[in-house]
């Protein structure tokens, strides 16, 4: 080999190197970043249920006061002012028994608080189990766009995490930080 084409090969080698060590790093960075927001959304999901499980214990207890308290009910066949059959529900469908007062404890102020600290808890422990760095902010929001008529109960979390990179400029990662969304929701009625 002469000694012209050495120096184009060590020319060539001096400008691929930086181009696949940065593209390597990108690579890596990437990775990290997708496993890391993988995790966020697990946790996210977990979190958000766990709440509901709040509202789920709220609702099972509401369904027993009803079933303790509810007295047989026997159905009128005809209305006295127009000859149509009254819908009830039979006596053991204390499902939909439930009313719109019970159903106003379920989205009412004391049973926000223990939702919002059951995820807060739940965030908590996983991020002391996994020594994963505490999270910046979380947002919850329960009921989330809540309507009486509708027949689900939602609750929404956004966290907001510090992330790991190596050069901080991917387009998933803002400011050093991942975000991550969950919306869930359970039957109210």
């Keep these: 080999m002469k ?11 001096s400008v691929l190197l930086p181009i696949l ?7 890596v960075d990437l990775t990290l970043i997708l496993i890391e927001k993988q995790e966020l959304n697990r946790l996210a999901d977990a979190a958000s249920k766990a709440g509901l499980i709040v509202v789920g214990d709220q609702i ?6 009803v079933r303790n308290t509810t007295t ?9 002012f127009e000859g149509s059959q009254t819908p009830v529900p039979p ?32 965030v908590k ?21 809540y309507q009486p008529d ?7 979390l956004r966290l907001t995490c510090p992330g790991n990179s190596l ?16 919306i869930q929701s359970i039957r109210q009625r």
């Design 3 to 13: 000694l012209s084409e050495r120096a184009q090969v060590l020319v060539i080698i």
């Design 21 to 27: 060590f940065l593209s390597i790093g990108m690579i």
């Design 60 to 65: 099972s207890t509401i369904i027993c006061e």
């Design 72 to 80: 047989p009910v026997v159905a009128q066949t005809q209305l006295p």
């Design 91 to 122: 006596n053991d469908d204390y499902f939909n028994r439930i009313n719109d007062s019970h159903r106003a404890t379920l989205v009412a102020p004391p049973v926000q608080t223990l939702v919002a600290a059951q995820v807060r808890d739940t």
């Design 125 to 145: 422990e996983y991020e002391m189990i996994s020594n994963h760095p505490s999270c910046i902010s979380t947002e919850i929001i329960y009921p989330y766009q």
């Design 150 to 156: 509708n027949r689900n109960l939602q609750i929404y």
């Design 167 to 182: 050069f901080g400029f991917l387009p998933d990662l803002k400011n050093g930080e991942i975000s991550v969304e969950s």
